[in-house]
């Protein structure tokens, strides 16, 4: 079944630390992988997905198919970049998103 | 830039009772879609709407909802009679896609729905 696991509930460091939020994925196709992001009070919006291979806000992520993972990673973490931030699956049928449970990124001065 | 919107923000509501969600989705979009998230929980898909119909639905989305897409702006999720486990933030997003793959979901603010 497809699914997306986000193991971390809450990741809290402090600011100019590295970060990871961990991402793994079950899917028997070839996944299409997104990361979302939730500001306070905000919408969520796409942070970056996988087929673009881009660096949004300093933040990458790189699918590793071997692992099943989809992991976001940023070398110097900002006060800005507290937020709750999502993984989602697109399954192909119907263009549906399989989103995993969110991890809050807290980043402390 | 355009965005997806919403209303109400809030709405609350009489168990048993009949609710409407609204949203209009972004002008050219084509592909639409109901999410909601029960608090503390993920993201969960409900429904997605193409061409005048449902594309899919997921196991929660049972004969208590439904969706339509009245006037070809607005987009709305009915829920018939409420129960206390439909509270919840309530999503609708919506695609334009190009080419062979799906781009870029646009989420509105949400509908937070309470169920008194």
């Known amino acids: 079944a497809q699914r997306v696991t986000q193991p971390e509930k809450l990741l809290s460091v402090f600011k100019g630390a590295p970060v990871e939020l961990k991402c793994n994925y079950s899917?028997?196709?070839?996944?299409?992988l997104f990361w979302y992001v939730q500001y306070s009070r905000q919408r969520l919006q796409l942070l970056l997905r996988h087929i673009s291979r881009e660096s949004i806000k300093g933040f990458t992520a790189d699918l590793n198919k071997g692992e099943t993972s989809f992991h976001l990673k940023k070398p110097f973490a900002q006060e800005e970049d507290s937020a709750m931030y999502y993984c989602?699956?697109?399954?192909?049928?119907?263009?549906?998103?399989?989103f995993g449970q969110g991890t809050e990124l807290s980043v402390k001065p | 830039e355009p965005e997806v919107t919403q209303t109400p923000s809030h709405q609350v509501t009489q168990m048993g009772q009949e609710v409407i969600l609204r949203c209009v989705p972004i002008?050219?979009?084509?592909?639409f879609y109901w999410y909601r998230q029960i608090l503390g929980q993920k993201v969960e898909f409900l429904v997605s709407f193409y061409n005048n119909e449902i594309s899919e639905k997921s196991e929660i989305f049972d004969d208590q909802f439904s969706v339509e897409r009245p006037d070809g702006s607005n987009f709305t999720l009915k829920i018939r009679s409420t129960k206390l486990e439909d509270s919840a933030m309530y999503f609708c997003a919506s695609i334009r896609p190009e080419g062979v793959s799906y781009n870029e979901q646009f989420f509105g603010p949400g509908t937070r729905l309470t169920v008194l």
């Open positions: 989602a699956l697109l399954y192909n049928q119907g263009g549906k998103l399989i």
């Open positions: 002008s050219n979009h084509l592909y």
């Open positions: 899917y028997s196709g070839s996944p299409e």
